[in-house]
């Protein structure tokens, strides 16, 4: 716009661009905005921005609008120029002038005189004669001026940017990456130097002759070896037995008072004290108890058995009826828990009876009174 208000272009009809936001994209005003759209050329990295622009002037304002866009620091393009005459109306022109078809004079100026005309003295109108003849009537011209201004990509930039951020993303990275870089600098340089030093040891060395001498004798390593060996191979040590610290003396009671009795085998108390004071023989006994009859005829005995070695409660005393031939006929032998009756002597008081046991292996044995 600049160069149009240096060029003193008038009038600035109209001002055309490609669309660039949303709001341009949705706009339904055509006359505000061009068909082309804003491109980025990658080879040389700038961006065309395409531009209209519509304006009246004449030839030599033309010129210097198109000098100021080839002389500006910034880029421009003038992709056409379209130049038509500009539509007029006839102002200020002398009474009775009305030009020569085509030639209309420019709104708001006066014709240009020919050459040696020269007006009338006493401002009266002129006659014909000495009337100025016009040559040339330059009229004002209707410019649209395609142009493309070129300005660089922002791409440079955001790469910069993009940078920038990776940096500040990463940055502990590179930290250590100059770190490592450092230290591997530093291993370098005392590398160097150890190598430095080396060379001066060698130096020094060189040059002297070795004298013979006594050798030194070898080290002798029975002491250390010795006191390895007894550290290796030490006593073990026994914490049981009379050792009282970790291992105290029990002292122990009976319930039902006493004597306090000291332990120290384990054999004082429990079973290992136990000892034998009496024995006591379990028995078997079978008592007569009555004789069962059935009128007059002796049919069988009661007896009672008490068995003191038996486990269970009921079997220490078992009530037992034997019938009178129960040893000789297997029938009547239903009720032999202990023993079965062989025979007898005797009918209503038996003075013996014989019997064979079921446990013992079948013994025999003989029941008699007291």
């Not at 910034?74 to 038509?84: S, Y």
């Not at 007029?88 to 708001?108: K, S, V, Y």
């Not at 008081?349 to 292996?361: A, K, L, T, V, Y």
């Amino acid at each position: 716009m600049q160069v149009m208000f240096d060029a003193h272009v008038t009038p600035l009809i109209n001002v055309r661009r490609a669309r660039v936001s949303k709001d341009d994209e949705i706009s339904t005003a055509t006359s505000d905005y061009l068909s082309l759209k804003v491109q980025t050329n990658a080879l040389t990295g700038t961006v065309n921005s395409p531009y209209e622009v519509t304006f009246g002037c004449l030839s030599s304002e033309l010129a210097a609008v198109l000098e100021g866009l080839a002389s500006s620091k910034h880029g421009f393009i003038v992709k056409a120029i379209n130049v038509e005459p500009a539509v007029e109306t006839l102002t200020n022109a002398p009474p009775g002038f009305t030009g020569m078809p085509g030639n209309q004079p420019i709104r708001g100026n006066p014709p240009r005189q020919a050459l040696g005309g020269r007006p009338q003295p006493g401002g009266g109108n002129p006659s014909a004669a000495n009337r100025p003849i016009i040559l040339l009537n330059e009229r004002r011209l209707k410019v649209t001026l395609s142009s493309t201004p070129l300005r660089r990509s922002s791409n440079a930039m955001e790469q910069v940017k993009k940078i920038g951020q990776l940096c500040r993303q990463h940055y502990e990275k590179m930290v250590l990456v100059i770190v490592l870089l450092l230290l591997a600098g530093a291993v370098w340089v005392l590398y160097g130097k150890s190598q430095e030093e080396n060379d001066k040891v060698r130096e020094m060395t060189e040059g002297y002759t070795k004298k013979s001498g006594k050798p030194i004798p070898p080290v002798s390593l029975q002491p250390f070896e010795s006191a390895m060996k007894s550290a290796t191979n030490r006593p073990s040590l026994s914490y049981a037995g009379q050792h009282n610290l970790f291992n105290p003396v029990k002292w122990q009671q009976n319930r039902g008072g006493g004597s306090v009795i000291k332990v120290q085998s384990g054999t004082e108390v429990g079973v290992g004290a136990m000892r034998i004071v009496s024995v006591t023989p379990l028995l078997l006994s079978i008592s007569f108890e009555k004789t069962a009859t059935s009128g007059t005829e002796v049919t069988g005995y009661h007896t009672m058995v008490t068995n003191e070695m038996a486990t269970l409660p009921r079997l220490r005393r078992i009530a037992q009826y034997v019938a009178m031939d129960a040893g000789k006929n297997p029938m009547l032998a239903t009720n032999t828990q202990v023993f079965v009756m062989t025979d007898f002597k005797g009918l209503l008081m038996p003075n013996g009876i014989r019997r064979r046991f079921e446990d013992f292996d079948n013994e025999a044995s003989q029941l008699l009174p007291r």
